[in-house]
């Protein structure tokens, strides 16, 4: 397994696993042939965001799992230093249990410490208790004393209102 960033250069291949995640299932070859032009610009400039870094997790030349980090500026005490946010970490169901996660994790740790950063931080839903044993394990501890809150800006593609998937699909 290797985990690289996503470019340009490969994200087709990555977008095809953002559609099979959404959907459920692959996307078909005529799918892929008219795939919103406009999407893939908007997306590639996100891709190219300061402080925002994708990586994707690849076996046999297929991308098998994906984590966003973005980097969080503090000011004051912090002198500079920041906190890297993992924003999104998922995994095709098949290669879950594998060590995918673990390793796109990782490579978060490796990129939280070139920027030079105080910690690393992410969310995970309560319901979501596999995932909450694979953070521990790698390390990360229950910041409890937290409340997190969310409003959202734009009707949900899931859905369902306050939700960034439905629980099937994390």
């Keep these: 397994m290797e985990i690289v960033r996503v470019t340009e250069k ?20 005529e799918e892929r042939r008219t795939a919103d032009r406009q999407d893939r610009r908007t997306q590639l400039a996100q891709l190219q965001y300061p402080g925002c870094w994708v990586y994707a997790a690849c076996e046999d030349q297929r991308m098998i799992g994906w984590c966003t980090l ?17 924003d999104e ?5 098949n290669n879950r249990r594998q060590g995918v996660a673990s390793a796109l994790l990782k490579k978060a740790e490796q990129r939280a410490q070139k920027q030079g950063c105080c910690d690393l931080r992410l969310l995970v839903a309560g319901y979501n208790s ?19 809150l969310q409003k959202s800006c734009v009707p949900s593609p899931f859905g369902t209102a306050g939700d960034s998937a439905p629980p099937a699909q994390l």
């Excluded at 973005?70 to 993992?86: A, D, I, M, N, T």
């Excluded at 970490?89 to 169901?93: A, D, F, Q, Y």
């Design 10 to 29: 490969n994200y087709a291949q990555f977008s095809d696993m953002l559609f099979e995640r959404a959907n459920g299932r692959p996307r078909t070859e």
């Design 70 to 86: 973005l980097f969080l500026p503090k000011l004051g005490r912090y002198q500079g230093r920041g906190s890297l946010f993992v």
């Design 89 to 93: 970490l998922w995994v095709r169901p």
């Design 130 to 148: 596999p995932a909450q044993a694979l953070y521990q394990k790698c390390g990360y501890r229950d910041q409890a004393a937290a409340r997190y």
